[in-house]
């Protein structure tokens, strides 16, 4: 795919400086841009590159002074940071534009499947599955028995959804994640086995939902486990059964949540943490990387870290006495000594 | 699937109050459970919901005594968890009856496949492969060359298990789970490289053993890595090579096991924990989620928690100091203080 | 597969004592070999079981001295466990030696195929796909647009790299990884939803690179995520985009490394290690398991340890003082009480 500084420039409503008909065939960083690149400079302290870089195309805003002569064609827009932005979508777009069904897949006549819709080859579609118009279904992946899809969602390839579960509409899940497998549930008998609970819930995914690669969402024992319109998860996320996550909540790679927890709107998780079952995380909560909750959050609002997680300064006051334990000790038998001492001379 | 009262009656062996023909075609929690629900009722905390409950029919137990008048039919019986549960396990057992062989599938003519099996569109069973009688082995599942699988057993789909593993019976494996990866074995070489060790043992798993999705067993270096009856492990769990987890013992999601350990019988191991390499945890240990256990821990029965691992009481108290390290530090410098200025008044 | 305790004499270049005709079809741990079993004996701790093990051939040292009969045939070389070693792998190999494309899979009439490569059924190959020579893809890979993959590279079943990724030479990446999926980069709005970025980087993965199962490494939101020669990642590693790995680093299971941080090269990360976006490691470090690294460290080959991560040494000796808090506690205390005491009785 090739096009012009004009082309460009025409799309992203710019004016043009410099030779019109240069051609560019990829995007990069203006700091590592090769001749055919198209770049942009938004944070003046990359301004610097703008008269090394190779970069044949850069994107800068309106009002941008040059100091010396640049050898790469201008477009000159209001916010060269969204102009590019927009640029990357489209081109992400045209890269992955895909429509129609591969051979061989395997589709159960029941099922129903919308329009301008992409099914990749070795991709499985079972019993009264609905996916609806614009869909992209990558290879390998498998919709078990009467399963939801709304428009304009991907699943990329290798995703597994499980019988009954329900994605919305613009939801994005990569390869491997597993959507609807059994909660972990199993009572205790009296000899020291378990018998398993079934688990017959279902996990529903609302719209605008994206969900990294190899992640996990248990479906629910009874009921669902929800993740509700605009969640973000990373990669090798746990969602364990009942779980519900709320609107606009983001969460970091690798971190789990245990049974039956709601976590509240807006929250932001880091990486690697753990929140333990049944209980629920206010609205807005932030949650530091690799921090252990392990008791209801009420306060919306604010900042948590560790492991078992507490208050996020009184956790960052307690590490840095904790980084001087070995002088605290000191310290403190010095003062035994110097009492001793006293109490010895007396 | 539709049932009446009556039907239902019969099948857990109960009294029925209200109208026999009434229909249910799904199962509900009391609390959320619509018309043409089954429900149940068993824990009195939920009693007041039986009052309100849209459900068609609730199960109940034999004594309970109404307050008012309920619209629900009532089923009477001696415990009405257990016939719920049991109701559960038919439902799924009769949405999830599969059987024959779907197409395309690729099934080495040496293979050899029992009766009343189900083997999903592309799946995979290579060479001298084994597996008995009602096995549910669904799309996308990697089988490798002289597997051995036991009678009853399901993988669900994408499921990978190497050459040479050998699964027992009434095992369930949930998707994305990869049995038999080479363990993790490199002998550093003098120029900073690293030489792989090739790993030709394999993994076993036996009986009743449930293993959740995206969670990983290698095979052994040489022998066997192996996963003991009645064992449950959660999703994205990593057990690395030679390592052996002794009978029912339940492992939470994101845990590690590091090379050649041995857990011990009935263990319950929380969630996202880790465990070093070449040691042996006694039956019966509790470790608590998060834990880092860096030693053998021979005492059975114990509860352990924290990073580095140390017995939960101690840790407990430990922690609790650790939220009152600033106040500590600013008692010290307090008394510190205090006899500094005897010293000085003397 | 058999061989002879003639045959393998010769492969190993040993001399011979006993049987030249003994057969063997497995190889074993002198512990646990059973007859027809091929064993070694190197680390002279082991040496007892020499005059017990049933195994038919045991491969030995020139220099071992017998202190009475063996029942084993002998095989005396140089260095034995480099000789079994060596054995190991030519048996892998033969094991895994598999050829030819295997029926369906999915080629793209564009795509390259080299000489010598096995493509497993199930596979899906895409536009302007280059495989070259003697590579290995299992059944159930799926392999996007543009991706270039080096001589003699293995992918195991069910491993996804998607569109533009680069693997090179002897490269193994074990079942259910995924390469290449989009980095976790969404732009925060006004409204409290979130943007996605759009990732059109790739990741580029060097000669002699292994991976475990399950890992994900993302692609980079603009060049590349990069994976240096001869790095080794375990199970369950999470790659965040614009990572780069150097040369010979090794990081164990389930740790995960946030985006645009630089690992220098031959350092080794222990397991469940979390490493903060933005920062650099330097060559050499060596991390503990359950580390939480928050900062660059820029000393080359020290040991680090806790989370937040400090100096190995320092963290051992606040680590040894937090399990004796409630006594440090109680000690101080008893300093108040006795300073109370004497203010009083003033």
Redesign the interface.
């Given at each position: 795919m090739q096009f012009s500084a004009h082309q460009i420039a025409t799309l992203v409503n710019g004016s043009l400086e410099g030779n019109p008909d240069v051609m560019v065939e990829q995007?990069?960083?203006i700091e590592?841009a090769k001749a055919g690149s198209l770049s942009f400079l938004s944070n003046p302290k990359y301004e610097q590159y703008l008269y090394t870089t190779e970069a044949s195309i850069v994107i800068v805003n309106h009002d941008l002074k040059l100091d010396k002569p640049v050898v790469s064609t201008l477009i000159r827009v209001k916010n060269a940071y969204s102009a590019f932005?927009m640029l990357?979508?489209v081109?992400?777009k045209m890269?992955?534009d895909k429509t129609g069904i591969?051979?061989?897949v395997?589709i159960h006549p029941t099922a129903r499947i919308g329009k301008n819709v992409y099914i990749?080859?070795?991709t499985?579609i079972d019993k009264d599955v609905v996916i609806q118009d614009n869909c992209k279904i990558?290879?390998?992946v498998?919709i078990?028995?009467n399963v939801k899809i709304g428009n304009d969602t991907t699943l990329?390839?290798?995703v597994?959804v499980?019988?009954d579960c329900v994605i919305g509409e613009r939801v994005?899940i990569?390869?491997?994640t597993?959507i609807g497998?059994?909660g972990?549930g199993?009572?205790p008998q009296d000899d020291?086995?378990?018998n398993?609970?079934?688990?017959?819930g279902n996990v529903i995914i609302e719209n605008?939902v994206?969900i990294?690669?190899?992640?996990?969402i248990?479906r629910a024992t009874?009921?669902s486990t929800v993740i509700r319109q605009?969640v973000?998860l990373?990669?090798?996320i746990?969602v364990?059964h009942n779980v519900e996550i709320g609107?606009?909540t983001?969460i970091?790679?690798?971190s789990?949540i245990?049974g039956s927890t709601k976590i509240g709107?807006?929250a932001v998780v880091g990486?690697?943490v753990?929140i333990?079952g049944h209980i629920s995380i206010a609205n807005g909560s932030q949650i530091q990387?690799?921090s252990?909750v392990n008791r209801t959050i009420a306060d919306s609002g604010k900042k948590w870290s560790g492991?078992?997680a507490?208050p996020y300064n009184?956790q960052m006051?307690?590490?840095?006495?904790?980084?001087?334990?070995?002088e605290?000790?000191r310290?403190?038998e010095e003062?035994?000594q110097?009492?001793l001492t006293k109490e010895l001379s007396k």
């Open positions: 995007l990069a960083k590592e932005s990357l979508e081109y992400n890269r992955l591969e051979n061989p395997f990749g080859a070795f499985y990558y290879p390998h498998y078990g028995e990329f390839p290798g597994s499980y019988f994005i990569h390869s491997g597993v497998s059994d972990f199993f009572a020291g086995t378990y398993k609970i079934s688990q017959i605008d994206e990294g690669a190899n992640t996990v248990d009874m009921g605009g973000k990373d990669n090798l746990q364990a609107k606009n983001v970091a790679a690798q789990g245990s709107e807006n990486g690697q753990g333990v990387a690799q252990g492991s078992p507490a009184a006051r307690s590490q840095v006495v904790y980084s001087r334990l070995p605290l000790e310290r403190l003062l035994e110097l009492l």
